[in-house]
């Protein structure tokens, strides 16, 4: 099981590493007023983007595989739980990476078109950058989700320090907040992501370092 959760725990800092570079590169290009402009010109740096949030999206899987075996012996029906909400999670995620990748299509044409068609093009691009931020954040209300239930099973079974358990209610419960009134279009910034970054370095590290504790079985 040790071996379990620390591999686990390599894939939780891979996926941490490789979502932070990927949507720095994605956002330093989407976020610009003119994106269209430079998308297509920056194509090499869009799709480099691209490819790490996909091994973030892989990482997640092998996660949730990786923990199952772990939780579902303290709570079989939040461990299931938990595995599918990682699953669906990355589905979301790779379903978010289309458009980028549409982008760059649409930003040659924009380049190519004239004056009079550019209003068009910039129009779609806007609106598959907000397709895309929606998928991200449902993505996110969905991990939120999950991990509470994560949170609980680490909490009641003592797999880990009680307290790097509450850091994990916080900052998933923060991240949950946070995705629905982005979706609601009130715009907060990233300070609620905050706790569940720390919970997202300090977690893996514990199960790399000091793996999980045996615990006892969970009434079901």
């Known amino acids: 099981m040790n071996a379990m959760a620390r591999m686990a725990g390599i894939l939780f800092l891979v996926a941490t590493g490789a979502f932070m570079a990927g949507n720095g590169i994605l956002d330093s290009v989407l976020q610009r007023p003119d994106f269209l402009s430079g998308l297509f010109p920056d194509r090499s740096r869009v799709v480099a983007g691209a490819v790490l949030e996909f091994v973030n999206a ?24 938990y595995f599918g909400s990682r699953m669906i999670e990355s589905v979301l995620l790779i379903i978010s990476l289309i458009c980028p990748i549409v982008l760059i299509g649409l930003s ?24 895309r931020l929606i998928f991200f954040n449902i993505a996110m209300i969905v991990l939120g989700v999950g991990s509470l239930l994560l949170c609980f099973v680490l909490y009641r079974s003592k797999l880990i ?60």
């Not at 190519?112 to 779609?124: I, P």
């Open 58 to 81: 892989m990482a997640v899987i092998g996660i949730a595989m990786l923990l199952f075996p772990i939780l579902r012996k303290h709570n079989e029906a939040f461990a299931l739980g």
């Open 108 to 131: 040659e044409d924009y380049l190519a078109s004239g004056a009079s068609d550019r209003v068009y093009f910039q129009a779609l691009g806007n609106s598959a950058v907000e397709i």
């Open 161 to 220: 320090p009680r307290w790097l358990s509450v850091i994990g209610f916080i900052g998933y419960a923060a991240l949950l907040a946070s995705s629905c009134l982005s979706i609601a279009g009130e715009d907060v910034g990233s300070v609620l992501f905050i706790p569940g970054a720390i919970f997202e370095i300090l977690f893996p590290l514990w199960l790399i370092i000091k793996g999980v504790e045996p615990g006892k079985r969970a009434t079901q």
